[in-house]
């Protein structure tokens, strides 16, 4: 299974990781006017990650595991980097990431993680 590349610091992401949950919740209204609601499906996990101040190796590492995720579409292993907690189901959403290059040893990007609905 694949692995979401780590830093040489050995984290996942540095620090600005924006991170939050999305789901869909149903509505029951009832004939008294008042109603219920529920989650209709799990609610999956979302980072944002940017990273910043990359060198060449950082940056390449994760290009390329970027370009093999969406020529392959297998899932990945995603390590939360609050809380340590290792999920197994997720992809990158979106078109993959924005990267840009402005010296050399300075890469940034910023790439969406997500659960997947397993």
Known sequence: M???????????????VRRGVAGEVRVL???????????????????RIRLDQLDEGEAGAVE????????????FAFTDPQ???VY?????EGDGQEWAAWAAGDSR?????SETEE
Request: charged share 25%; glycine share 6%.
């Open 2 to 16: 694949l692995e979401f590349p780590k830093l040489k610091t050995g984290a996942a992401a540095q620090y600005g």
């Open 64 to 75: 390329e595991f970027v370009r093999r995720h969406f020529t392959t579409l297998e899932p």
């Open 29 to 47: 209204p009832f004939l008294d006017g008042t109603e219920q609601r529920y989650a209709s499906k799990r609610w999956k996990r979302k980072w």
């Open 88 to 92: 197994a189901q997720c992809v990158v």
């Open 83 to 85: 809380t340590g907690t």
């Open 109 to 113: 990007m910023s790439i969406t993680v």
